[in-house]
T-cell receptor, first 113, second 114 residues
Framework: DADVTQTPRNRITKTGKRIMLECSQT?????MYWYRQDPGLGLRLIYY???????NKGEISDGYSVSRQAQAKFSLSLESAIPNQTALYFC????????????FGPGTRLTVL | GEDVEQSLFLSVREGDSSVINCTYT??????LYWYKQEPGAGLQLLTYIFSNMDMKQDQRLTVLLNKKDKHLSLRIADTQTGDSAIYFC??????????????FGQGTTLQVKP
């Protein structure tokens, strides 16, 4: 079984709809992250969390919110989706190793029409 | 602010060496990384280098770090078609809150021709 899972894997929605992307991990890591990937722009950090009570904004948090329901679960919400939020979204986790390796989920491809 | 730059595309023939380059701006980076993304998958750590090193070798992979020029490179020897993927350079930003955040480059698509 995969260590970091994301649901759904693909989603098509309409402008103005509320969307939730979910991430679960079995690695026992405290740190979790949400990124979006756009062609030619690489990965940009949306939000990150160091434990259940800790939520931090990344570089592009506007239009997004997150919830850390448990150590293993970190969900990303788009309250009112807009077309420029069409992207590939990745969840990642990391442990306490000094070199901070991040382990990525398979991604969710979101299309906002 | 922090920035990581890569060229977007590299094409090589199978059996040749590939060299993927990256420049970064934050001189306080403690670790620099190369991640690999295969089609339809998430990123996987390929290798990393600590900032006090200037070279790291791991089988077909050689990482070179020039701290003076803030330049990182990844050399893949005897490139195979299975190496076709997007390669991301990343640096670890250790701020006062010890966030361990990563800043990623744009990714270099490596195309390996038979």
């Amino acid at each position: 079984d995969a260590d970091v899972t994301q649901t759904p894997r693909n989603r098509i929605t309409k402008t103005g709809k509320r969307i939730m992307l979910e991430c679960s991990q079995t690695k026992g890591h405290d740190r979790m992250y949400w990124y979006r990937q756009d062609p030619g722009l690489g990965l940009r950090l949306i939000y990150y969390s160091f434990d259940v009570k800790d939520i931090n904004k990344g570089e592009i948090s506007d239009g997004y919110s997150v919830s850390r329901q448990a150590q293993a679960k970190f969900s990303l919400s788009l309250e009112s989706a807009i077309p420029n939020q069409t992207a590939l979204y990745f969840c990642a986790t990391s442990g306490l190793a000094a070199y901070n390796e991040q382990f990525f989920g398979p991604g969710t491809r979101l299309t906002v029409l | 602010g922090e920035d990581v730059e890569q060229s977007l595309f590299l094409s090589v023939r199978e059996g040749d060496s590939s060299v993927i380059n990256c420049t970064y701006t934050d001189s306080s980076s403690t670790y620099l990384y190369w991640y690999k993304q295969e089609p339809g998958a998430g990123l996987q750590l390929l290798t990393y280098i600590f900032s006090n090193m200037d070279m790291k070798q791991d089988q077909r992979l050689t990482v070179l770090l020039n701290k003076k020029d803030k330049h990182l490179s990844l050399r893949i020897a005897d490139t195979q078609t299975g190496d076709s993927a997007i390669y991301f350079c990343a640096e670890s930003i250790i701020g006062s809150s010890n966030t361990g955040k990563l800043i990623f480059g744009q990714g270099t698509t490596l195309q390996v021709k038979p």
